[in-house]
């Protein structure tokens, strides 16, 4: 590529850049977030620790200023808040970026709708709470771990809400990760919303749902959410209308902007040293590894991590520069069941998507989760290219002073 063309393409990012991040104002708590980054990421630069930035969980859309109303998904964060344990087991400091009341690391063993936190207590005839005997080494190996993180202050968390709060936290906490060098790792796991709406469309209040209000109204410019004309008497929405069609007068219509894609911007200007990891979730095994692919070769970062809907907690794929497709799967010896209550068919789908190198079949795997947690793999696997990057970057350096 020319120089020409390169500068257009930068010049490109940071005008799409400077326009949303000018137009869409950052979450309040901004400066507060940034100073404790800020202190976290200069202690453990000192110490010449790795730091990873690892975001989880899902963001939202609001469709009203005052929100009432807003679109989701589903993303519970548990990627990110597993992965976040097995990276300070690997020594790594962590700034966990969340969504707010997602997941976190280790609590997440008490929250989960499987795993209520008061299973895990009991009640002593003196009236006093305890941890259930039957749960007492796990949780004390849990809290110990957890107290741990705290007391070295290896886990800094920083909540998010919507796709603004989360682009705006992003770009302030991957500029602080500069001073890290290669030693800063940016592990991208959250959802990220593909469309929004725009700050100057949107509805103040919240979007009314019946011509009530229609005389107190007064002109609030344009916005992104519209209704068709109706009779003034209509309802706009009736949950118990039995009518077989809903008419067009009832319909909320929702315009929607793609949200920019900032992941270049992220390689090239936000944090150009460290080694930046993204995920592409997929519901389509066909196209799993050429979508995985065709964004590296768009962005120019370091490794997508690809998987799909049905088998996100079996096997994943890496999609590296300069390396084969890696498929990290979850051991033969971790599955102790199949859908057919065959014991010899148990990694019968994984011993053949192994020797073609393509994705298990869902329909062969046991019921229910495996027995480990796939991050325990994913992420010593991360690690290892990410000693990589450091090194590559050091011959650099050093074959710079040469």
Known sequence: MSTNTTNTSTSSHQVVENAYFNSN???????????AAESFIRQHAAANRRVVLVTSGGTTV?????????????????????????????????????RQFSLLPYSRHYSHSTDCFLDFLHENPDGSVVANPTHQDKMLRVLRKYNAAKNQNCLLMIPFVTITDYLHELRAVAQLMRPLGPNGLLYLAAAVSDFFVPEDRMSEH?????????????????????????????????????????PRSKRLIVDLDPVPKFLKNLVDGWAPEGMIVSFKL????????H??????????????????LSTRKWEVVFVAPGHSDKWIRVPFSRRKKTLSGVEELVG????????KNEPLDPSMLP??????????????AVEELHSKHIESAAAKNTSKLA
């Not at 104002?25 to 100073?35: D, R, S």
């Not at 548990?78 to 976040?84: F, K, L, P, W």
Request: overall charge negative; aromatic content about 8%; glycine content about 6%.
């Open 25 to 35: 104002p950052p979450p309040k708590a901004l400066p507060q977030h940034v100073a």
């Open 62 to 98: 609001p469709l009203e200023k005052q929100t009432v109303r807003f679109i989701d998904n589903f993303s519970a964060g548990t990627r990110g808040a597993t992965s976040a344990e097995y990276f300070l087991e690997s020594g790594y400091a962590v700034i966990f970026m969340h």
């Open 206 to 246: 919240k979007i009314q749902s019946t011509d009530a209000t229609d005389l107190l109204k007064q002109q609030q410019g344009p916005t992104t959410i519209t209704k068709e004309p109706r009779e003034p008497e209509e309802e706009t929405f009736d949950n118990f209308d039995s009518s077989p069609s809903v």
């Open 282 to 289: 997929e519901t389509d095994p066909k196209i799993l590894v």
């Open 291 to 308: 979508k995985a692919k065709y964004s590296l070769e768009r962005y120019q970062h370091h490794l997508v991590i690809g998987n799909l």
């Open 348 to 355: 019968a789908a994984d011993r053949g998507a192994h020797e």
């Open 367 to 380: 019921e229910g989760e495996p027995e480990m947690e796939i991050e325990s793999l994913i992420i010593p």
